[in-house]
């Protein structure tokens, strides 16, 4: 079973920035579109960014457009998501998630992910 490990989560100010890493126990990132998703305290958890299974593909919500990258390293079978200028309502839990099926296309909705991590923590403060 496809396990996954999130980590590079803290505590920042606004502006400030942080990289949070992935790590899938097999090969999947490059079988299954992969994406991040952030929950706040009381809230529905909401996509970031993804991207897809062939790695020439990515999405982004748009409050992550322009400030977030997603990426991976296939040879270690990581997923990536940096995230520069940082705002407050950035915080949350951030969760990494790998798509039911080789989807040619990623989706921004959590129904289309089957396989979670625990999550990390990313709060953003002055």
């Known amino acids: 079973q496809v396990q996954l490990v999130e980590s590079g989560g803290g505590s920042v100010q606004p502006g400030e920035s942080l990289r949070l890493s992935c790590a899938v126990s097999?090969?999947?990132?490059?079988?299954?579109?992969t994406a991040w998703f952030r929950q706040a305290p009381g809230l529905e958890r909401l996509f970031v960014a993804g991207i897809i299974w062939s790695g020439d593909k990515t999405l982004y919500s748009d409050s992550a457009r322009g400030r977030f990258t997603v990426s991976r390293d296939d040879t270690k079978n990581t997923v990536f998501l940096e995230m520069s200028n940082l705002k407050p309502d950035d915080s949350g839990l951030y969760y990494c998630?790998?798509?039911?099926?080789?989807?040619?296309?990623?989706?921004?909705?959590?129904?289309?992910?089957?396989?979670w991590g625990q999550g990390t923590q990313v709060t953003v403060s002055s």
């Open positions: 097999e090969r999947a990132v490059t079988t299954f579109t």
């Open positions: 998630a790998i798509a039911r099926e080789a989807y040619g296309y990623i989706y921004p909705s959590t129904a289309e992910y089957n396989r």
